[in-house]
């Protein structure tokens, strides 16, 4: 017997092996077996959930290692081939009721290069921006460009003029590729693309004028061939692959970096969450966000399954496309979009296939109403920036937090909490000079480790931007963090919960809304001396709405056309400041704080300054009356 527990293979199995001598203990310790699980799930309840995480966490690690040391270097294009090979026929995308499969998409997308090529001239490195809205030419340019070593800029459909123009020259582009709805947007800066000698492209388009390039023949007469590795030869894991825009804490929107490395660790995000090639995944957020296309399309294309797409968000035909496409996955970003009151009522609730929910942002309370509404949903929540070197992802569907620390995660993202000094909006420093490390369950502002293997890349054409999201001597003299700008707060279980953002950023329906580039907008109109923007909460409904305190040029009165005209002129829908508020000129040092302000709301029977509400209905700010106010409040006045 003692010749046995020496080789027993695991501690427990020697204690039964001894066990024998005595009837008694055998069963005590058999039994005390068959609680095992059931023990250790009271002990440690998420203790499989952080298995399995940290299992396929360490999986994608070692691909993404593997991808690295290959010569060629593998790339997602590389992995799309792939996938092609193994599944042909499989649909890849469902759109508009046609669907298009692997071996479709990848003939258009060698056309679309092959077309490049040859009519623009395309060549490795090349930096090209691509203004398409949400249609399966989005997928084939991409790969299109990506085949020739390219670069890709996704630009905002909804952004025009002074933005768009921005975002065009911080990416250094030559070329731009629009679709033809888009072309009135081209046109309003066409001159000053001109000057920068760019070239523009319509993809869906023939009728070419001298300055703006159909090329929708040139596609169609391509060949389909296959394009040569070696056009892309030099693609390496730290080339830049795309420019993703962000609008963060300041500012007209940044173009974030995103390297081939960050390319395929995105799209990881849906293997992470336990999606598999069977699924059908629902894309109805915007390609040109991280969300849509890095976890959305590309996951897609690594995990091998289908998605559908739609041009726009839908509250109304949300469950109606679920039913139809036999849905499983979906990204929760869209409950923002949509808050459950407004997806319509019906009562086959729960006949639909959906879940997977993965995504960020959400209320408790709204997945609460959810979940009880639309049935047994596994929620997978997601925290991380696209140009962030930290991530969190909430693998246990904890309501609620937006992800979980763990070993592992502690390991390869080395981050903290730090106390920080909402008045001043900075971090809190010691009497030394050094951060301080809140106590846990307190929120603090996240900041992570910059390291050679998760660096911050920054923003293209930004130095000074990409430089105050760097934090240094943080706990030691030299040392070097991203500084998220939000402030998280992680519970003694290790969730980690989003508690706010620092800074002149507010976000409405699923957009990050910079104030400063709204009040530069305001400023243009001619009766506006200073516009001090913010955003409100409105109950009921996600987020904030966009609002204005400003004061009037001397001796001027407010002109409510003029100013609907700029503002829906210049700014997407979700960036126009919907109420306005009209202070009397600041005089000396008095400065309404915008904590106040945000305190305030738009409630007229608290707020004495006149208050003016943007009605789209009758292109001018309207005065905004208490009726009005329990129209909103009520929801019938959409916001
Ligand atoms: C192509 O675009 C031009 C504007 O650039 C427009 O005038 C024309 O109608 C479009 N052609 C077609 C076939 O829609
Ligand atoms: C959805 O599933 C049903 C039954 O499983 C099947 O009959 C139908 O063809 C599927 N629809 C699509 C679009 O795949
Ligand atoms: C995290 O995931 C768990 C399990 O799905 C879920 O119950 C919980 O609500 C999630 N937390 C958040 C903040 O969504």
Request: hydrophobic share 40%.
């Amino acid at each position: 017997l003692f010749y046995t527990v020496v080789t027993g293979p695991s501690g427990i199995l020697e204690m039964v092996l001894v066990a024998p001598i005595n009837m008694y203990v055998w069963f005590t310790l058999l039994a005390g077996l068959a609680f095992l699980p059931a023990i250790v799930k009271t002990l440690f309840p998420y203790l499989f959930h952080d298995c399995v995480y940290i299992l396929r966490a360490i999986c994608f690690g070692l691909r993404i290692e593997i991808y690295k040391r290959k010569t060629p270097f593998y790339s997602m294009v590389d992995g799309f081939g792939d996938a092609v090979r193994k599944n042909p026929h499989k649909t890849l995308i469902h759109f508009e009721g046609k669907t298009y499969s692997y071996l479709d998409v990848d003939r258009e997308s060698n056309k679309v290069a092959n077309a490049l090529r040859k009519v623009a001239g395309l060549k490795e490195g090349d930096t090209v921006a691509v203004f398409l809205g949400n249609e399966p030419a989005f997928a084939w340019t991409w790969l299109g460009l990506a085949k020739l070593g390219c670069v890709a800029a996704l630009l905002n459909f909804n952004i025009r003029s002074k933005s768009l123009l921005h975002c065009f020259s911080c990416c250094g582009a030559k070329v731009l590729i629009a679709c033809e709805e888009l072309c009135g947007a081209v046109e309003e800066i066409l001159p000053a693309l001109k000057e920068k000698s760019v070239s523009v492209y319509i993809i869906n388009n023939d009728s070419s004028t001298e300055d703006i390039k159909g090329i929708r023949q040139a596609i169609t007469q391509a060949s389909d061939d296959p394009l040569p590795r070696s056009l892309r030869a030099n693609v390496n894991v730290r080339s830049t692959a795309l420019y993703i825009y962000t609008s963060g804490t300041t500012g007209l929107p940044k173009a974030a970096m995103v390297t081939q490395e960050r390319l395929w660790a995105a799209s990881f995000f849906q293997g992470l969450c336990g999606v598999t090639s069977e699924d059908v995944f629902y894309i109805n957020l915007p390609l040109y966000h991280s969300a849509g296309f890095l976890i959305g399309f590309t996951g897609c294309i690594e995990r091998g399954n289908s998605f559908v797409l739609r041009r726009k968000f839908s509250a109304s035909q949300f469950w109606d496309d679920c039913r139809k496409y036999n849905i499983t996955v979906i990204l929760s970003f869209v409950i923002i979009y949509a808050t459950i009151t407004i997806i319509i009522q019906r009562n086959n609730d729960r006949d639909h296939k959906v879940r997977l929910a993965i995504g960020n942002g959400v209320r408790e309370e709204v997945w609460n109403e959810f979940l009880s509404r639309f049935g047994n949903i596994y929620v997978m929540e997601l925290y991380g920036a696209t140009e962030g070197n930290v991530v969190f992802l909430n693998y246990t569907s904890k309501v609620g937090a937006v992800g979980r620390d763990n070993i592992l995660q502690k390991h390869i993202f080395p981050h903290a909490l730090i106390k920080f000094d909402i008045e001043k909006e900075e971090p809190l420093r010691n009497a030394a000079g050094f951060c301080v490390p809140v106590t846990p369950g307190e929120p603090g502002l996240l900041v992570a480790r910059i390291t050679t293997k998760y660096p911050f890349v920054g923003y293209a054409g930004n130095k000074q931007l990409t430089e105050k999201k760097r934090l240094r001597d943080v706990f030691e003299k030299g040392d070097l963090y991203f500084n998220s700008g939000d402030l998280l707060r992680i519970d003694h279980e290790n969730f980690v919960y989003f508690h706010d953002r620092v800074g002149d950023t507010f976000r409405w329906k699923g957009e990050n809304v910079a104030t400063t580039e709204v009040s530069g907008i305001l400023s243009m109109v001619d009766c506006i001396e200073e516009a001090n923007v913010y955003g409100v909460t409105v109950k009921g409904h996600e987020g904030r709405i966009g609002m204005a305190a400003i004061t009037l040029k001397e001796g001027r009165v407010f002109d409510c056309v003029n100013t609907c005209s700029v503002v829906t002129d210049y700014l997407p829908v979700y960036a126009r400041p919907r109420f306005i508020r009209i202070q009397v000129r600041f005089t000396g040092t008095f400065k309404m704080k915008k904590v106040k302000l945000v305190e305030e709301g738009f409630n007229p029977a608290i707020i004495q300054d006149p208050l003016y509400f943007l009605d789209l209905t009758v292109k001018k700010y309207i005065p905004f009356t208490q009726e009005n106010y329990n129209s909103v409040i009520s929801g019938e006045i959409k916001l």
